[in-house]
C-alpha cells in the first residue's frame, strides 16, 4: 500500500505529470493565496523559532556575555565544547537516558496497548485518560513530585522496609549509583503515557480482518502481538521513538529539579551545561555552541531512527512483492 | 496531488540556498551586542546631596529592582525615605533571588534601566554590570557619607572592582551592601541538655559532641545537600577554623600563586568526608533539599545544624526551649547580601545616593534587624528574641574574628557547581583530599592563571 513512495524520483514523477500545463499566471496567484493562509503561522515560526536558531549559530562564533560587544573567535567556542571532558560524560548520561526516555516507555507503550486492545476492560476511557496524565503534568511539579517518592523517608523507602528488605532503602537520587537511573525512570514515567495512547491509533486502524485472518491461523495472543500488532505499528514506533529521544537528549528540567546533575556530576546532561554557561557564567557563546552541537547530535540520533524505521520497511516491502 | 507536491519543491530549494547565503552574510556582517547603553558620564559629588537638592529634581519616581527577601525591609523603609524626600515616588520591584540575578543585568542595560538595583558578588552579575559601564562608580559618595571609614568599611571589599571587572575585593566601589551573613552553629537546647552536651563554641568542641549525639541514636548535624550548597558552607566553616582566614580571602580574591591545597582545606576535606563516612550527617543527605533539612531540624530531628542566618527565620517559631546559635570564633566564614547599585544611566541619581546614604543608617539597622536580618553596622541593635540575640552576637563574634571571607564559589562563574559536586564525591568517599583540592585548584586557575 505503500510501495509508491520507495520509487527512485525519475520514475515517479513522468507518469504523473498532468498532460495539460497550467497556465503560469494561474498557478502563481494560487500558491500566493496558499502562503497567505500560511502567513501567519509562518510569521509566528519565522519570529519564535527560526530567528532564534540562525541568532545561536550566530552567537556562537562569538565571545559574547549578552553585553559588550562580541568579539569573533570563529570555531573556538566549538573546539572548547569538543575539548571539554565533563560536557563528554554528560553525553554519555543522556545516551543512559534514551534507554529510560525512549526504549522503555515504547516497549511498556506497546505492552500496554496490546492489553488494552485485547482485553475488555470496564472503564478503558477512565484508564487511557489516568495513564496519559503524567504527560500533561507540568515537569516541575513531576520532579517535585519525585523527589518525594525517592526521599529516605519516601514511600519506595517505607515499603522497602516494610517488607523487609530495609538494607536496599536509600536516597535513590542523593545515591551516586543509583542516581542516574532514578531520574531515568521519572521519563519513563512520564513517556510511556504518550507512547501507549499513539500505539492505541495506531491498532484502531488496523483492520479487523487480519486479527481473525491470524486467529484462524491458529495465532496465540503473543503471536498476535508480534507477528501482526508491532509490524502494523511501525509508522507510529518510529513517530514515537522520535518523540522521545528528543525529550531525552534536551531534557532539563526533570535532571535540574531534581538533582541539579548530582551528586558530583552523576547525572549532568549536556542542557545542564547549556544553562549554566549561558545564565551563571553568562559565556553565551559558549552556551550557543554547546546547545547547536547538542542539536546536531539529536538530528543525527534522530536520523538513525528513521534510517532504522525505513530499513525494515523496506525488508518488510519486499517479503510482501515476492508473496503476491 | 502528488505532481503538484513535486513540482513546488524546486523553488523551495532556490529559497533554501538564498536562505543559507543570506545566513553566511549575516554571520559576518554585525557582531552581537553593539548597541550597548553604558558609558554615560558620572558627576561626582564633593558634599553630601541635601533635601533641597533632591527636591530641585521635581516630581519623580525612582525606579528600583530588589530581591524578595529584602521586601519587608523594603515595606518599613520606604515610607520613611518618601517622607523625608517627599517629591520623589520610590517604585520597587521585588524578584525572587534566581530571577534577580538572571535578569537584573539585562534590565540594567535596557533603555528605562531601574535607578537603584541589586546585583550579586562575583563575575556573573557584577563584574559583568562594571565590565559593560553599567553601574555608576561610588568611591565619591563612599567618601563624602564615610561609608569607608565606618565600623563596616571592609564589608564594602567585595563590592570593589578593578577597572575592566575581571577581579573584585579592592578597587573602584561599584555597589553597597547594608545586610551581612554568618555562618553559625545551630542547636537544638533540649537535645543538648538531654546528651548533657554543653553548647560547642568551636569546630573541636563540636566535633567531640557528634559521636556522643551519634552513640545516642541521634542524628548528630542534620544537612539537606542536594542543591549542592549546603555541605560547602559546613566544609568551609571547618576550613576557616583550620587556617588563618586571610589565607581563605587571598584565594577567594583570586591573588597571584594562591593555592586552594592549603594544609587547613586539606585537613578540613579530610574532617568533613570523616564526618560523612562515621555517618554523622545521616544518611541520604545527598537526596535532601535544603529548606526540607532545616524544615526536619525545625521539626526536631538532628542536634546540630550548621549554616548561614538565613536560615534561623525557620528557627524563631519553635515552642520553648527551642534553638539556640553558637558562633565559630574560630573561623566561620560570612559574606555581606547582594549589593546595591545605582544605574550609571539614572536621571536622579541625587535621590539614588540618598536612597543609599539612608540604608546605611543606624536606624535602618534596627528595622533590618526587626524584619529578621543581620545589619553590617551592629552598634547599638538589639535583638527581639533570643534566637536573634544570639544571632548577633554570632555576627558581631564573626567580624570581630575577621572570618568575613566571603564565599568559596564567588572565586569562578562555575565554582558553585564545581565545588559542591567534587566535595558530595570527597563525603561519599569515592575521592580523598588532595583529588577535591585539585578539582577545585584547577577549576580555579582556569580563571586566575596566566
Known sequence: ??????????????????????????????????????????????????????????????????????????????????????????????????????????????????????????????????????????????????????????PINEFLRAIGLGDLARAWIGDFDSALPSVGLVGTWIEYGLCMVLFLAGIAAIDREMYEAARLDGAGAVREFFSLTVPSLRPQIVVAMILTVTFALRNFDIVWNTTRGGPGTSTT???????????????????????????????????????????????????????? | ???????????????????????????????????????????????????????????????????????????????????????????????????????VVNAANSKDAPDVFQGNIGYAVDGALVEAGLVRPLDDVAEVYGWDSDAAAETLAPARWNED???????????????????????????????GIEVPQSIDELEAALPVAAAAGEQPIMLGNADQYAAMHVYSDIAAAEQDPQDIRDWVFGEEDATFATEGNLAAAERIADWAQQGFFGEGYDGIGNEDAIARFAG?????????????????????????MSALPDGGVGAIASPWHISANSDASPAAIAFLDMLRTPETAQEIVDTGRLPVLLEGVTGDGELESETLAVADATIAAGGQVGYYDWTTTDMFSVMGGALQELMAGRTTAEEFADTVQADWEGTYAG
Open chain 2, 1 to 103: 496531488m502528488t505532481s503538484n507536491a513535486f513540482r513546488s519543491r524546486r523553488p523551495h530549494r532556490v529559497l533554501l540556498a538564498a536562505g543559507v547565503a543570506a545566513l553566511a552574510v549575516g554571520l559576518t556582517a554585525c557582531a552581537p551586542g553593539s548597541n550597548s547603553a553604558g558609558g554615560a558620564e558620572t558627576e561626582e559629588i564633593t558634599a553630601e546631596v541635601t533635601p533641597e537638592q533632591v527636591a530641585e529634581l521635581g516630581d519623580i519616581t525612582l525606579t528600583g529592582w530588589a530581591d524578595v527577601a529584602e521586601q519587608g525591609l523594603m515595606e518599613q523603609f520606604i515610607p520613611r525615605f518618601e517622607e523625608e524626600y517627599p517629591n520623589v515616588t520610590v517604585d520597587m520591584q521585588y524578584k525572587s533571588f534566581n530571577d534577580l540575578i538572571a535578569t
Open chain 2, 165 to 195: 571587572g575581571t577581579r573584585f575585593g579592592s578597587g573602584t566601589l561599584y555597589g553597597m551592601s547594608v545586610i551581612t551573613e554568618v555562618q553559625g552553629i545551630y542547636y537544638n537546647k533540649a537535645k543538648l541538655q538531654a546528651l
Open chain 1, 269 to 324: 546532561v549536556p542542557s545542564v551545561f547549556v544553562y549554566q554557561f549561558a545564565f551563571q557564567s553568562r559565556d553565551i557563546g559558549l552556551a550557543s555552541a554547546l546547545a547547536i552541537a547538542l542539536t546536531v547530535v539529536t538530528l543525527a540520533v534522530v536520523g538513525v531512527v528513521l534510517l532504522l524505521g525505513r530499513e525494515r520497511d523496506s525488508k518488510g516491502g519486499r517479503r510482501a512483492r515476492r508473496a503476491s
Open chain 1, 1 to 154: 500500500m505503500t510501495t509508491d513512495v520507495r520509487l527512485s524520483g525519475s520514475e515517479r514523477v513522468t507518469p504523473l505529470r498532468p498532460a495539460a500545463p497550467v497556465p503560469p499566471k494561474r498557478r502563481a496567484r494560487r500558491d500566493w493565496i496558499g502562503y497567505a493562509y500560511l502567513a501567519p503561522a509562518l510569521v509566528f515560526y519565522g519570529v519564535f523559532v527560526v530567528v532564534p536558531i540562525l541568532q545561536s549559530i550566530q552567537i556562537s562564533f562569538y565571545d559574547y556575555n549578552g553585553l559588550s560587544v562580541a568579539s569573533w573567535v570563529g570555531l573556538d567556542n566549538y573546539a572548547a565544547v569538543l575539548s571539554d571532558g565533563r560536557l563528554l560524560e554528560a553525553l554519555g548520561h543522556s545516551f543512559v537516558f534514551l534507554l529510560f526516555y525512549s526504549v522503555l516507555p515504547v516497549m511498556l507503550g506497546l505492552l500496554l496497548a496490546g492489553l488494552m486492545s485485547r482485553i475488555r476492560i470496564y472503564g478503558l476511557t477512565a484508564f487511557r485518560a489516568l495513564l496519559f496524565l503524567p504527560q500533561i503534568l507540568s515537569t516541575v511539579v513531576v520532579a517535585v513530585a519525585w523527589r518525594g517518592i525517592y526521599d529516605i523517608d519516601g
Open chain 2, 300 to 324: 526536631g530531628e538532628g542536634v546540630f545544624f550548621v549554616g548561614g542566618s538565613w536560615n534561623g527565620a525557620k528557627l524563631t517559631d519553635a515552642p520553648a526551649p527551642g534553638f539556640g
